[in-house]
Structures are given as structure tokens and as C-alpha cells.
């Protein structure tokens, strides 16, 4: 597990690059785990040598299924569905379309995220 990154500190979600995977503490299935894991989190993250994949390990190790994870592969949605969604968070409409049919990474990554964020349950 590398090139993960946090999200969303508040509901513990993360982004594994590498695996082009999103991963989010299930805080609805394991609530009292959750405020636990999160204040750890909190407490070690300023800790030098303390890493986001070891965190995840260690959550893991109490619960196998702590973390929903999911791949998202957009071309696997119309475009209409993508603006959809993202219309959702409010973002403007030129704002929206714009981030549609873009390959960069940037926004590859946002309508990523509100996917994964639409589709796992815990909002």
C-alpha cells in the first residue's frame, strides 16, 4: 500500500493511488470503533514516523471489514450520471461540465470521489 492519501480526515477516507482504490472507515456499521480509530488517528498522525498505510493496517487488524473500498471506473457512467452526481454537491453547472470528458487527474479524481462518496452507503 502506497501513495495513499486522506480525503476526508472527518470520515476517515482515503485514496489509494496506486490501486486506484477509495477506502472510508464504515462509521455507520462500527460507530464506537469509529470515534476510537479516529482519535488515534488524530493523536499519531503528527507522530514522524508514523504512516496512513500503517494506520490502515493496524484499523484493519481490529476489524477485517472497518474500511468500504471501491474502484470506480468512469467510463462505466453516462455522462448525464457523472453531472448528476456532482450536481448533488452544489458544485455550478459550467463548473460540473467542465470536469466532464477532462482526462486530467484533478478531475478524474473529484468525480471519483463523489462516486465513491453516492455510492457507499454512509451518507
Given amino acids: 500500500m502506497k501513495n495513499i492519501i486522506c480525503t476526508d480526515i472527518d470520515n476517515l477516507q482515503f485514496y489509494w493511488k496506486d490501486a486506484d ?4 472507515f464504515d462509521r ?3 460507530p ?3 470515534k476510537l480509530v479516529k482519535k488515534a488517528y488524530y493523536g499519531l498522525s503528527t507522530l514522524d514516523d ?8 493496524a484499523a484493519k487488524t481490529i476489524r477485517a471489514d472497518a ?3 471501491q474502484r470506480i471506473y468512469l467510463p462505466k457512467y453516462s455522462t448525464l450520471h457523472i453531472i448528476d452526481i456532482l450536481n448533488s ?3 455550478e453547472f459550467e463548473y460540473r461540465y467542465s470536469l466532464v470528458g ?3 487527474e484533478d478531475s478524474e479524481f473529484l468525480i471519483k470521489e463523489c462516486i465513491f462518496e453516492q455510492q457507499n452507503g454512509l451518507y
Fill in 21 to 24: 482504490i477509495f477506502l472510508e
Fill in 28 to 30: 455507520v456499521k462500527y
Fill in 32 to 34: 464506537y470503533l469509529f
Fill in 50 to 57: 508514523f504512516s496512513i498505510e500503517n494506520f490502515i493496517k
Fill in 67 to 69: 474500511f468500504i473500498t
Fill in 89 to 91: 454537491y452544489g458544485y
Fill in 102 to 104: 477532462h482526462n486530467d
